[in-house]
């Protein structure tokens, strides 16, 4: 991407996207290419300089927020093509940082690019030290019968969830892990970023469907949800008989579901969520004179008993 705007001069910024698309031509098919490289290096220089001078708060500025995405995006990928895989992370996170959970076509695009950087980073750390050895030998091809193929790809779809299952293990650990040493919330990965709105419902269906923990019905309301920055939040189904002082910490709630438990009542503390706008009770033993007090405290909260 290169920008063109009467305003200020991008010729440098063409200058980088022509001098990167020969480079990549050039890398194609030698990564050692070192003109190739040099050429890379050439843009990596001015996309670099580009972003030093990144102000994205100011419309008017030459390298503003688009310029910026752009530019980012320019760079990472250029990263990735000359083996810098930490720095093409951490360019393409930044920018998607900067777009603060607003999906576009360019939104979706790094977060493919970013999906890629990781995939060939993970790849490029195991094979790295590897010596290549390189020998000649003849080749001769023999067709097998049509039960071979199939068998081959029941065995390498076979091997694909193995790989899977492997990784999602690794990442379960390593999250389980975190949550031990206090650095994530235990509910953290069951968090939905939905339009900038973050929802949280438990029991979590992927968890019931994985026959896990977080899948079953609660029989506490759980304190660590209101440690986290929630807009929505949906215990429908449980057995929660009380809700604990500490949910007058959660004050970005807007909706809060409560329906079919075992509450007869709720704090005080409830009160502190001036931002609720929606509180849901059906289903549990809410007397009209708690719903009232309830009210009063929330005054511009619907509540829904039934």
Not at 101 to 128: F, M, V
Not at 188 to 213: C, E, F, R, W
Request: proline share 3%; glycine share 4%; with cysteine.
């Amino acid at each position: 991407y290169y920008v063109k705007n009467k305003d200020f001069d991008y010729s440098d910024l063409e200058k980088a996207a022509t001098v990167a698309v020969v480079g990549y031509k050039e890398i194609k098919d030698n990564v050692g290419d070192k003109e190739a490289n040099s050429r890379l290096k050439q843009a990596i220089d001015i996309w670099e300089k580009a972003l030093a001078e990144s102000t994205p708060d100011d419309k008017k500025s030459k390298i503003n927020r688009k310029v910026t995405l752009h530019v980012s995006e320019n760079l990472a990928t250029a990263y990735m093509y000359t083996l810098e895989y930490d720095k093409a992370q951490e360019v393409i996170e930044k920018a998607l940082a900067l777009e603060k959970n607003i999906t576009t076509d360019g939104t979706r695009s790094r977060k493919a690019l970013l999906t890629d950087i990781k995939k060939h980073k993970k790849g490029y750390q195991k094979n790295k030290d590897i010596p290549i050895k390189i020998s000649s030998g003849k080749i001769s091809i023999k067709q097998h019968p049509s039960s071979d193929i199939v068998k081959f790809v029941e065995d390498y779809k076979a091997h694909e969830n193995a790989e899977m299952a492997s990784e999602i293990a690794a990442g379960n650990a390593e999250y389980e892990k975190a949550v031990e040493a206090g650095e994530v919330n235990k509910y953290q990965k069951y968090v939905q970023d939905i339009n900038g709105s973050k929802m949280l419902t438990l029991p979590d269906l992927t968890a019931k469907l994985a026959k896990q923990p977080d899948g079953e019905k609660l029989d506490e309301f759980p304190e660590e949800v209101t440690e986290l920055d929630l807009s929505t939040l949906i215990l429908r189904g449980n057995n929660i008989s009380s809700i604990p002082p500490s949910i007058g910490k959660m004050t970005n709630l807007k909706k809060l579901v409560l329906t079919n438990n075992k509450l007869t009542t709720l704090p005080d503390e409830i009160g502190e969520l001036k931002n609720l706008k929606n509180l849901v009770l059906k289903g549990n033993n809410i007397s009209m004179k708690e719903a009232s007090r309830i009210q009063k405290m929330l005054p511009e909260c619907k509540i829904k008993l039934d």
